[in-house]
């Protein structure tokens, strides 16, 4: 299915569109398809698999972009039944609905286990949690069908409807509240993409028809506390000081500490390459962030 063939009347359906990469997603949609519907739980509770088949038989939609989960690493570890059920089985039902047609499923870098960095499409996954092990699951069973598409993405920034969605909205937030000093890691890695970048990148691939497993990501490797540096500047307001420390002082439970994605398959698809996070910051400067 190419951009051009979007029928007006069959809809694109996105969950989780109150989320920040579905929000994006939906804020985007106009350009790449004239008719689409933005699904939050307020339609219907996709755990609710009756009354998604009901609406799925009624809609009859043309493509269908699944972003709805848990993502927070703690709520999940907390909550594993629960998330396996969002995760998994919310994802199944629906790429089980949508077989006959093109289906997008989110994943991220946190399936890694973060001893190498820089993996391609075809490394071997290693999850140290909950989260990454059921989005390893969930991508298992997307990948079944040859039409349907997984992306994996790193750190998404932006702004969410809720404003805590995004990984500068939480670092903000957590500078409020710290006082006097906060530490981030020099020794955690991640590769931080605006998330309208993400969007602009799925609505291509979509277009394209691609299918199979595709990093979305930014083009360049960044500890958390390059991304502290980075962003600091952008928000005067907060006075506190960022510290830098070593992930390998954090008590809790092991980190992944360097999920880099290589992302030179989807750069070869693009018709506009994915930007580094820093001379996207430089070259949007009146961009809320």
């Not at 009347?9 to 106009?30: D, E, M, S, Y």
């Not at 946190?110 to 820089?118: Q, Y």
């Not at 991640?190 to 998330?195: D, E, G, Q, S």
Request: charged share 25%; with cysteine.
């Amino acid at each position: 299915m190419t951009v051009s063939d979007v029928s007006s009347k069959a809809p694109v359906w996105i969950t989780g569109a109150n989320g920040l990469i579905g929000n994006c997603l939906v804020q985007t949609a106009p350009k790449f398809a004239p008719n689409w519907r933005a699904l939050t739980r307020a339609d219907f509770d996709l755990l609710d698999f009756a009354a998604v088949e009901r609406a799925f038989v009624k809609e009859r939609p043309q493509l269908v972009v699944h972003c709805a989960a848990i993502t927070v690493v703690s709520e999940a570890q907390k909550n594993p039944e629960l998330t396996r059920r969002v995760n998994v089985e919310v994802t199944k039902h629906l790429a089980e609905l949508a077989a006959d047609i093109p289906f997008v499923f989110f994943s991220t870098d946190l399936v890694f286990d973060g001893r190498k960095g820089g993996y391609a499409e075809t490394d071997a996954t290693n999850p140290l949690h909950v989260y990454g092990e059921t989005k390893v699951a969930a991508e298992e069973i997307v990948l079944k069908n040859p039409r349907h598409l997984v992306v994996r993405t790193s750190l998404n920034g932006g702004v969410s409807p809720s404003g805590n969605r995004a990984f500068n909205e939480q670092l903000r937030g957590s500078l409020q509240q710290a006082g006097r000093g906060m530490t981030l890691f020099t020794d955690e890695f991640r590769c931080p993409i605006p998330a309208v970048e993400t969007a602009r990148a799925v609505w291509e691939l979509v277009g394209k028809s691609c299918a199979g497993l595709y990093h979305v990501a930014g083009a360049e490797k960044l500890s958390r506390w390059q991304i502290g540096q980075l962003l600091l500047p952008r928000w005067p307001e907060i006075k506190t000081e960022i510290k830098s420390g070593s992930a390998k002082d954090f008590p809790g439970p092991a980190r992944a500490l360097d999920t880099t994605l290589d992302i030179s398959k989807v750069q070869k698809v693009l018709s506009r390459p994915l930007p580094k996070f820093s001379e996207w910051l430089a070259t949007n400067l009146g961009e809320k962030f």
